[in-house]
C-alpha cells in the first residue's frame, strides 16, 4: 500500500473519531437534568361550578409544583386563602386558581355583603323615617314600630337593634361627597327570624330608622312605650276619653294648649224676607155684537182712582172666556168688579131772564 493511502486512511479515521465524540457531548448537554427552580401552586382536583362555597380546600384542590415562570404571579399558593371562600366562575381541571377568581364584595354585590345564616329584606321608607336621607349604605341602624289603634293603646317600640344598611334604593355603595340619600326603599341585612318580624310589623304600623354609631355595640332591651305612658294625654284618657277624643282636643303633647270643645250646634237656617205679591188686578171685558161683527175691550179696575182704565183690545184669551160666558150666561167666578160711581155734575145757578124794558 501507497505510503500516500496510509495517511489518507488515518486522517480519515481521525476526523471519524473526533465527530462521534463532538456529537456524544452535545447529545450530553440536551438531555441534561432539569432545572431546579419551581413552585408550588393549587390547582383543582376536578371541575368546580360557580358560587360553590369552599369550606374544606383539601378536598377540591392539590398543591402541584411547576417550573418557576410557568403560570400567573397572582396563582394561590396557601389552603388558607381559600378556606370559606368561593368563586365566581366555573374552574376546570388542573387549572390553577388566581385571587381574581374568588368574588367580594364589589363582584358579588349584595350576596358578598351577607354572611352565613343572612337574608336581605326591603322595606318602604319616607324621607322622615329614613332620617332625611342620612341613611346611607353601610349605616348601621335600629328599627322602631309605630302601632296605631283607636282603643287608646296605641304604642311605639324598638323592634331591632344594630341592623346593617345594604342598599338605599338601587345603590349599595357610597358616591364620593355624598351625604345623604333619599330613596323609598332600603335594604337590610337581616336572618331570618328577623325578616319575619319586620314583615308583620311593616304590614300592622309604622317603621321608622334610628341611625346609631358602629362604635356602640350594645343592645339594651327597651319596653315598649303606651299613650298612657304620656303624663298630659293619660290623664284624659284616664277620665274616660277616647284616643280619638284626645287627638281631636288638640292634646298631642307635653305644655300644648287645649282647644276649646267644638261647638256641634247647627247653625240657624237664615230668614229671607218675601215681598207679598200684589193682589191681581181686576179686570173686565166688554163685547160689543154689530151684526155679524164682534169686537172686545179690556177695562182694568184702578183702586188708587176708583175709575175703569184702559179699553185696549183684549186678548185671545180673554175673548174666548167672554164668548163662553155669553153662550152659557154664567157670571163671571172672579171677584165682581166694583160699580163706577157716576161723576156728580155741579149744578148751575138758574139764568135770571132779561126783563123787559117797560
Not at 95 to 102: A, G, I, R, S, T
Not at 120 to 136: K, M
Amino acid at each position: 500500500m501507497k505510503p500516500k493511502t496510509m495517511i489518507l486512511m488515518v486522517v480519515a479515521v481521525v476526523c471519524g473519531l473526533a465527530a462521534s465524540y463532538m456529537t456524544s457531548r452535545l447529545l450530553a448537554d440536551r438531555g441534561g437534568p432539569a432545572p431546579t427552580n419551581t413552585v408550588k401552586v393549587l390547582v383543582a382536583k376536578a371541575r368546580i361550578n360557580a358560587w360553590t362555597p369552599i369550606k374544606n380546600p383539601d378536598d377540591l384542590f392539590v398543591e402541584k409544583e411547576v417550573p418557576e415562570g410557568t403560570f400567573s404571579p397572582k396563582c394561590i399558593t396557601d389552603m388558607k386563602d381559600l378556606k370559606n371562600q368561593a368563586l365566581k366562575a366555573p374552574l376546570n381541571e388542573q387549572m390553577p386558581v388566581l385571587k381574581e377568581d374568588l368574588l367580594s364584595e364589589a363582584t358579588a354585590g349584595l350576596v358578598g355583603a351577607l354572611h352565613n345564616g343572612e337574608r336581605a329584606i326591603a322595606i318602604r321608607v319616607t324621607p322622615e323615617s329614613l332620617v332625611g336621607g342620612f341613611v346611607l349604605p353601610g349605616s348601621k341602624v335600629d328599627v322602631m314600630m309605630t302601632l296605631k289603634r283607636g282603643d287608646g293603646d296605641s304604642s311605639a317600640q324598638i323592634i331591632m337593634q344594630d341592623m346593617l344598611i345594604l342598599a338605599v334604593d338601587q345603590k349599595n355603595t357610597r358616591d364620593d361627597g355624598a351625604q345623604a340619600i333619599l330613596g323609598n326603599t332600603v335594604t337590610l341585612a337581616a336572618k331570618p327570624e328577623e325578616s319575619e318580624r319586620l314583615s308583620l310589623a311593616a304590614s300592622l304600623g309604622d317603621l321608622r330608622l334610628l341611625l346609631r354609631t358602629p362604635l356602640d355595640q350594645e343592645k339594651p332591651n327597651y319596653k315598649a312605650v303606651h299613650i298612657t305612658d304620656l303624663p298630659h294625654q293619660s290623664k284624659e284618657i284616664d277620665e274616660g276619653k277616647t284616643e280619638t277624643d284626645v287627638a281631636s282636643t288638640g292634646s298631642i303633647g307635653v305644655g300644648l294648649p287645649t282647644l276649646p270643645p267644638l261647638d256641634k250646634t247647627p247653625a240657624p237656617t237664615p230668614v229671607v224676607d218675601k215681598t207679598p205679591e200684589p193682589p191681581p188686578a181686576v179686570t173686565h171685558t166688554l163685547r160689543i155684537e154689530s151684526g155679524d161683527t164682534v169686537s172686545t175691550t179690556k177695562f182694568v179696575w184702578d183702586e188708587k182712582n176708583s175709575c175703569w182704565v184702559g179699553g185696549v183690545p183684549a186678548k185671545k184669551a180673554d175673548v174666548k172666556k167672554a164668548e163662553d160666558d155669553a153662550t152659557t150666561g154664567e157670571a163671571d167666578k172672579t171677584e165682581e168688579s166694583p160699580k163706577p160711581k157716576a161723576p156728580v155734575k155741579a149744578k148751575s145757578a138758574p139764568r135770571k131772564q132779561d126783563q123787559p124794558v117797560g
